[in-house]
C-alpha cells in the first residue's frame, strides 16, 4: 500500500524539482553578480510553483481513488489515505528544494542545508517509531509529511528576509481562487459521474485542469497567459 503511493509521491516531486533544477544554474550566477537579477528570477520561480503544484497537489487529493485503482488495483484501495497525506508533504518538498538550491547553496550556505536533512531525517525517524505501528502506512506517509514540514520550515528561517520578498500574496489568492473553481468542477463532474468512472476520470482531470487555467487566465495571472502563449503564439496578421 505504502509502495503505491511513493510511486505517484515521487513522481510528481520528481516532475516539478526537475523544472526547478533547470534553473539552478541561473540563480547561482547571479547570486554572485546580479542580484537584482537572482530576486526576479527566484520571484517568477515561486510563483510559478504555487500556480501549478497547489492544483497539482489538489488533483490527486480529489482523485485519489481513482489514481490507486488505475496504478494497483481496486485491492489497494486502502493507499487512498497515504496518497492524500503524500500529496501535502509533496508542496513542503518542492518549496524546500527552491529555498536549499534555489537560496542556500547559491549564496554559500551548504551548511545549513545539511543541517535541514540531517534535523529531518532524525526527526522522520523518532516520530515512524511512533506513528507505524498505530497507523501502519499512514503513520509513515504522516511522519514524511512532518519531515518535508520541518526541512522547508529550517531553510526558511534562515532565508527568512529573502522569502518575504519571494511570496506575493495576490499569487496566493488567485491560486486558492482557481482552486475552488477545479474543485466546483470536480463536483459536477461527479454529480454527471465521470469523475469517478474508471474509464473518463482522466477527462475529468483534463476539464478540471483546463477550467483551472481559465479561471487563472481570466484573473489575469501573468506566468500562466505568458506560458499559454508559448504554447499557442498568436499568428500575426
Same mark, same amino acid.
Given at each position: 500500500? #505504502?509502495?503505491?503511493?511513493?510511486?505517484? #509521491?515521487?513522481?510528481?516531486?520528481?516532475?516539478?524539482?526537475?523544472?526547478?533544477?533547470?534553473?539552478?544554474?541561473?540563480?547561482?550566477?547571479?547570486?554572485?553578480?546580479?542580484?537584482?537579477?537572482?530576486?526576479?528570477?527566484?520571484?517568477?520561480?515561486?510563483?510559478?510553483?504555487?500556480?501549478?503544484?497547489?492544483?497539482?497537489?489538489?488533483?490527486?487529493?480529489?482523485?485519489?481513488?481513482?489514481?490507486?485503482?488505475?496504478?494497483?488495483? %481496486?485491492?489497494?484501495?486502502?493507499?487512498?489515505?497515504?496518497?492524500?497525506?503524500?500529496?501535502?508533504?509533496?508542496?513542503?518538498?518542492?518549496?524546500?528544494?527552491?529555498?536549499?538550491?534555489?537560496?542556500?547553496?547559491?549564496?554559500? %550556505?551548504?551548511?545549513?542545508?545539511?543541517?535541514?536533512?540531517?534535523?529531518?531525517?532524525?526527526?522522520?525517524?523518532?516520530?515512524?517509531?511512533?506513528?507505524?505501528?498505530?497507523?501502519?502506512?499512514?503513520?509513515?506517509?504522516?511522519?514524511?509529511?512532518?519531515?518535508?514540514?520541518?526541512?522547508?520550515? #529550517?531553510?526558511?528561517?534562515? +532565508? %527568512?528576509? @529573502?522569502?518575504?520578498?519571494?511570496?506575493?500574496?495576490?499569487? @496566493?489568492?488567485?491560486?486558492?481562487?482557481?482552486?475552488?473553481?477545479?474543485?466546483?468542477?470536480? #463536483?459536477?463532474?461527479?454529480?454527471?459521474?465521470?469523475?469517478?468512472?474508471?474509464?473518463?476520470?482522466?477527462?475529468?482531470?483534463?476539464?478540471?485542469?483546463?477550467?483551472?487555467?481559465?479561471?487563472?487566465?481570466?484573473?489575469?495571472?501573468? +506566468?500562466?497567459?505568458?506560458?499559454?502563449?508559448?504554447?499557442?503564439?498568436? %499568428?500575426?496578421?
Amino acid at each position: 500500500l #505504502y509502495g503505491v503511493a511513493t510511486k505517484v #509521491y515521487t513522481i510528481v516531486k520528481q516532475v516539478f524539482n526537475a523544472a526547478i533544477g533547470v534553473t539552478i544554474p541561473r540563480l547561482s550566477n547571479y547570486a554572485n553578480c546580479n542580484f537584482e537579477k537572482f530576486i526576479y528570477l527566484l520571484r517568477r520561480m515561486v510563483h510559478i510553483t504555487i500556480v501549478f503544484i497547489l492544483p497539482a497537489s489538489l488533483g490527486i487529493i480529489l482523485y485519489k481513488n481513482e489514481i490507486v485503482n488505475l496504478i494497483a488495483g %481496486k485491492e489497494f484501495q486502502d493507499a487512498s489515505v497515504t496518497l492524500t497525506l503524500f500529496s501535502i508533504a509533496i508542496i513542503f518538498a518542492v518549496f524546500a528544494n527552491i529555498i536549499c538550491n534555489g537560496i542556500l547553496v547559491p549564496n554559500g %550556505k551548504e551548511k545549513i542545508v545539511l543541517n535541514a536533512a540531517i534535523l529531518s531525517a532524525i526527526i522522520n525517524m523518532a516520530l515512524n517509531f511512533i506513528f507505524i505501528p498505530i497507523y501502519n502506512h499512514n503513520g509513515a506517509a504522516f511522519t514524511t509529511v512532518i519531515a518535508e514540514l520541518v526541512m522547508m520550515l #529550517y531553510a526558511l528561517l534562515h +532565508e %527568512k528576509e @529573502i522569502a518575504k520578498e519571494l511570496i506575493e500574496v495576490s499569487t @496566493i489568492i488567485r491560486t486558492g481562487i482557481g482552486c475552488v473553481v477545479m474543485g466546483g468542477v470536480y #463536483y459536477l463532474l461527479s454529480v454527471i459521474g465521470i469523475s469517478h468512472h474508471k474509464q473518463l476520470f482522466l477527462l475529468g482531470i483534463v476539464v478540471c485542469g483546463m477550467f483551472y487555467i481559465l479561471s487563472m487566465l481570466v484573473m489575469g495571472d501573468t +506566468e500562466v497567459r505568458c506560458l499559454m502563449k508559448k504554447l499557442w503564439p498568436m %499568428k500575426n496578421a
